[in-house]
C-alpha cells in the first residue's frame, strides 16, 4: 500500500525539513503558533515517511533577509537549492510585498484570504491530487467545502476562534467558482437556493470550514468543551452551534500545540548562562542578576521575580487584574525586593507606566516592549510567570516557563487547565498555582500561593522545580503534538500513515470513534 499523500495548507510556518531542499529552512512567516505547529507536523510527517505537501503563500519581501546568504552565490547554484516539488508557494503579487502574515485591516485580510485559497483550489489541489487535506484557521475554510465535494477527509484546525464573512458574489468576484461546492458552505441564514443567497446571505467563514471539514481540532481539549459549553459570550453562535454538532458526532477533538524548540535553557543561545534541572538554581540566578542590571532593577539574586510574558490585553490575558493588585504585592512583599518584569506589547501598557511612575517603583517594576531576545532571558531570570487570562485557546507561556523553571501564577481555564496542575509539595505533583474564578481577589490568592513556595527551604524548592523542568520538557514539545494529529490523519484514513506505522496516542474530547 503507498503512502497517503497529504497535503498541509497553512498561511504560516517556522521553519520546514532541509530535505524539502536547502532553502526550505528559510521559507520562515510567523505570527503566532500556527506556524511553530505546522511546522512540527510537516517534518514529523516527513521523519516518518509521508508523502507531505505544502501550501503556502510566497511571502518575498519577509522571505528577502532568510534567503539573503542565498542570493550571492550564482543562479545555477540557486536553483539547484530552491525546494522541491512537495512546496507550493501561492505566487501572487498580493504576497510579495507584505512585511506581516497579517494585515491590520480586517478586509485586507479577507482579500490576502481569498487570493490564497483561489490559488489553492484552482491550481495546488489539481496538481497534488492529496488523499487527505489539513487546513488551519478561517484563512484555509473555503477549502473543506471543496474538499467535501470531491470526497477527500479534511481535518480544519481552529488557532484562533476569529471570523469574517462575507456574501458568495464577492468570493466568485476574486477568482473562486463558489457555485461548484456552495451547498458545503454555511451561511447566517438558511440559503434557498444559489441565486437567492449568492448576493445578500453573508456566509461565515470559520463556520464553514468547521461545518464542511470531515474532523475538526482545537488547540486544546479544555477550550474545546468550554466553547460546547456556550462558556463564552464572545464567541459566534454559529461558530458554536456546528462545533457543538461536530462534538456530538464523535468528530471533534483538542490537540495541544507545543513551544517552539528554541526554549531550551541548555541549549537557549540568548542566555547569559545556560542551564538544566540539576544545576538551575545557580543557572537562573546568574540570568536574574545580569537581567537587573540590565534593566535598572534592584540588583538581588534571592529577590522573587515575576515575568509577564502575553500580550497587554485586557480582554483576554486579564492585565486590568493585575493592575488592580500590583501596589498590594509590591508592598506585601517589599522586604523580599519583590519584582516584576514585562516584556509585551499592548493597549494597556501606558496604564501600567502611569501606576509604576505614580509610587515609583522604576527599580522593582521594569516595563518593556517585546523583544525576542528579552523574552527568553526572562523566561531563564524569573522565577513565575503571571497568566491570568479570562479564556486561553492553547497558551504557550505556561509551557514554556515550567521548562526554563519559571512556574506559572495562572488562571484555570482553556490551556492552561490542560498543561497546569496547582502544586502540592507533600504529594510531589503539580506545576504551578491556579485560581478558580476570574477576578483580582483569585489572582492575589495565586500569588500568595507562590510566594509561599518560595520561602520553602531551598532544597525543598529546587527538588521540585528540578521534577519540574524535567516533566514539562518530556511533556511540552513538538513531538508529542505531531503524534496526536498523525494519530488523527490515520483514524480519518482508515489506514497507518506509513508501512512501519508507530502506535501514537492523542488527547481526544468527544470522540466516539
Known amino acids: 500500500m503507498t503512502n497517503p499523500r ?22 520562515t512567516a510567523k505570527a503566532g503558533g500556527l506556524a511553530d505547529v505546522s511546522a512540527a507536523l510537516i517534518s514529523a510527517l516527513f521523519d516518518q515517511g509521508a508523502d507531505v505537501h505544502v501550501a503556502l503563500p510566497d511571502y518575498r519581501a519577509i522571505f528577502r533577509d532568510n534567503l539573503a546568504p ?3 552565490k550564482e543562479h545555477n547554484a540557486i536553483k539547484q537549492a530552491m525546494p522541491d516539488d512537495r512546496i507550493h508557494l501561492i505566487e501572487d503579487r498580493a504576497f510579495y510585498y507584505l512585511h506581516h502574515v497579517y494585515s491590520c485591516d480586517g478586509l485586507e485580510n479577507t482579500k490576502l484570504a481569498l487570493t490564497f485559497q483561489r490559488d489553492v483550489i484552482n491550481y495546488i489541489l489539481p496538481r497534488v491530487k492529496p488523499d487527505l487535506i489539513h487546513c488551519n484557521d478561517w484563512m484555509t475554510a473555503l477549502i473543506p467545502a471543496v474538499a467535501r465535494e470531491m470526497g477527500i477527509p479534511c481535518l480544519f484546525t481552529i488557532h484562533n476562534i476569529h471570523t469574517v464573512k462575507c456574501p458568495l458574489s464577492y468570493i466568485e468576484d476574486r477568482g473562486i467558482d463558489a ?8 451561511y447566517e441564514r438558511v440559503p434557498l437556493n444559489y441565486e437567492e443567497s449568492r448576493g445578500f446571505n453573508a456566509l461565515d467563514f470559520l ?40 462534538w456530538k458526532a464523535g468528530c471533534a477533538f483538542g490537540i495541544l500545540n507545543a513551544p517552539d524548540p528554541s526554549f531550551h535553557p541548555e541549549a537557549d543561545r540568548v542566555l547569559t548562562c545556560n542551564y538544566g534541572p540539576r544545576d538551575h538554581v545557580e543557572g537562573k540566578q546568574i540570568n536574574k542578576s545580569f537581567l537587573q542590571e540590565s534593566l535598572g532593577l534592584i540588583k538581588d539574586i534571592h529577590a522573587p521575580v ?10 483576554q490575558k486579564g492585565c486590568q487584574l493585575l493592575a ?12 523580599q525586593n519583590l519584582e516584576i518584569i514585562f516584556v509585551a506589547n499592548g493597549e494597556f501598557k501606558q496604564h501600567f507606566k502611569e501606576i509604576v511612575r505614580f509610587h515609583k517603583f522604576d527599580n522593582r517594576v521594569a516595563i518593556c516592549d517585546f523583544d525576542e531576545q528579552l523574552e527568553h532571558l526572562a523566561y531563564a531570570a524569573s522565577d513565575f510567570i503571571l497568566m491570568p487570562s479570562r479564556f486561553e485557546p492553547c497558551g504557550l507561556p505556561q509551557m514554556i516557563a515550567p521548562i526554563y523553571g519559571s512556574l506559572p501564577v495562572a488562571h484555570d481555564t482553556g490551556g492552561i487547565h490542560d498543561t497546569i496542575v496547582h502544586l502540592d509539595v507533600a504529594e510531589n505533583s503539580g506545576n504551578g498555582f491556579l485560581f478558580e474564578f476570574f477576578d483580582a481577589q483569585g489572582l492575589s490568592w495565586a500569588t500568595d500561593q507562590a510566594m509561599a513556595f518560595y520561602n520553602l527551604p531551598s532544597e525543598t524548592k529546587a527538588r521540585q522545580i528540578e521534577r519540574i523542568m524535567k516533566e514539562s520538557a518530556a511533556t511540552f ?10 494519530d488523527l490523519y490515520e483514524r480519518m484514513l482508515q489506514r497507518p500513515l506509513v ?12 470522540s466516539k470513534l
Open 499 to 510: 508501512s512501519r506505522n508507530v502506535e501514537f496516542g492523542i488527547k481526544a474530547v468527544g
Open 306 to 315: 515575576f515575568f509577564w510574558p502575553s500580550r497587554l490585553d485586557p480582554i
Open 477 to 486: 514539545n513538538h513531538e508529542v503534538t505531531a503524534k496526536g494529529y498523525i
Open 207 to 246: 463556520t464553514s470550514g468547521i461545518f464542511a471539514s470531515h474532523f475538526v481540532n482545537t488547540v486544546s481539549p479544555t477550550f474545546l468543551l468550554e466553547i460546547v459549553e456556550g462558556k463564552y459570550d464572545f464567541v459566534e453562535r454559529l461558530v458554536q452551534q456546528e462545533l457543538t454538532n461536530k
Open 324 to 335: 488592580e493588585i500590583l501596589y498590594d504585592i509590591v508592598s506585601t512583599y517589599w522586604t
Open 6 to 27: 497529504i497535503l498541509i495548507v497553512t498561511p504560516e510556518v517556522t521553519y520546514l525539513p532541509n530535505r524539502m531542499g536547502n532553502l526550505a529552512n528559510y521559507l
Open 70 to 72: 542565498f542570493l550571492k
Open 179 to 186: 457555485a461548484a461546492f456552495w451547498r458545503h458552505l454555511h
